[in-house]
């Protein structure tokens, strides 16, 4: 095919009908994509379509979906450097497609050097507005809200950044259905009170105010990665909250010590096997004070509280502490649901829900949902 002289530069700030998705600082100059199934939206109307990519990392590099008319059609990782990429060419110059570049890989809380950047498009024709969706939802939780291990066989065990989707993922299978924009804040092996090895910084609530607090390194910060989330500019209609899976697996964890302090901290079991008391009601505190974080920055969101892919022992302790949150305030708009467990077939790379956990979910959730809504 002939090199296409119509082919026109535009940076994301001259887009007036560009639509970003994820938490971000709000810069488009150019615009860092933090998280889980954030990126861009476009209605585009010509034949040939181009965006312009950076990327470094040491570690975990990031990958992309693109979807045209709600079908994903490509997906690739991106190696670092700053390049062009085509997302389609050959396309009839007189449809509109409706374009979504989607960053399939979560935030990399353990590489500093991790960070992605879309600078600007290249493109034949016209961008249109885009329609509002009816709803707002943000997801919050782990690993399996990350889509880790969607991708890839059964067998497949590396921690690579490859095994992860959002495409694939409850939280977009809800948000389609549901005719809705979606938010993700999530990472592997986090929890509510700790993470799966006992460390307890690694909480989501901690971080939740910041735009993207859990990263780590010089480069993020200087992209904006600690500042303040602006909650103001999207007040989701739903907040649906994935955590617990992995404070259930720090009671099977040895201590974690932390190394600046000497301290030390272990979720215990009792030797018949059941949980400590004291530390179920430490979790069930955590659970209590996030909600509360939850409901100060989303004034008016449905709060619902999921669990349930990788298995509910924790779901007793997240019902008595949302039961107790309900008395304490008169919420009416809080509540829990379990998610159908992962079994033998349903089961993905990583010993990790795969894409029929993830569909079973969704379709269970999508139920639930919209009784509330």
């Known amino acids: 095919m002939k090199e296409n002289r119509n082919l026109k530069v535009h940076t994301l700030l001259d887009i007036e009908n560009l639509k970003v998705h994820g938490r971000t600082t709000g810069c488009l100059s150019p615009l860092t994509v933090f998280w889980t199934g954030s990126g861009i939206e476009l209605n585009a109307k010509g034949s040939e379509l181009w965006i312009e990519v950076e990327v470094d990392y040491d570690m975990y590099e990031p990958w992309i979906s693109v979807v045209i008319n709600s079908s994903p059609v490509s997906r690739q990782m991106l190696t670092a450097g700053r390049y062009w990429i085509c997302v389609f060419r050959g396309m009839n110059e007189n449809e509109v497609k409706n374009v979504c570049i989607v960053r399939d890989v979560q935030a990399m809380n353990g590489d500093p050097a991790s960070f992605m950047q879309i600078h600007a498009v290249k493109f034949d024709g016209e961008f249109l507005p885009i329609e509002e969706k009816k709803y707002k939802i943000e997801f919050i939780g782990d690993s399996i809200t990350s889509g880790e291990g969607v991708i890839g066989a059964k067998q497949e065990d590396d921690w690579i950044s490859m095994w992860f989707s959002a495409i694939d993922n409850y939280s977009t299978i809800v948000a389609k259905a549901l005719n809705a924009d979606y938010r993700v804040i999530s990472e592997s092996g986090w929890g509510v009170l700790t993470s799966w090895d ?137 509540s829990v649901f379990q998610l159908p467990n992962t079994n033998e077939e349903t089961v993905g790379s990583r010993k990790h829900p795969g894409k029929l956990s993830h569909e079973k979910a969704a379709i269970e959730l999508i139920g639930y949902l919209k009784e509330i809504l």
Request: proline share 4%.
């Open 198 to 334: 006992n460390n307890p910084h690694f909480n989501i609530p901690q971080y939740y105010e910041k735009v993207c607090g859990i990263l780590t390194g010089e480069k993020n910060e200087t992209l904006g990665a600690f500042k303040a989330n602006d909650f103001d500019s999207w007040q989701p209609d739903v907040v649906v909250v994935n955590l617990g899976t992995n404070d259930r697996g720090a009671f099977n964890s040895p201590e974690w010590i932390d190394e600046v302090t000497g301290e030390t901290y272990k979720q215990r079991l009792n030797e018949d096997g059941t949980f400590n008391e004291e530390d179920l009601k430490t979790f069930e505190k955590a659970v209590y004070d996030f909600l509360v974080k939850l409901r100060k920055f989303n004034k008016s969101a449905n709060i619902v509280w999921v669990n349930g892919m990788l298995g509910g022992e924790m779901l007793p302790a997240i019902y008595r502490a949302v039961d107790i949150y309900v008395k304490n305030t008169g919420e009416k708009k809080v």
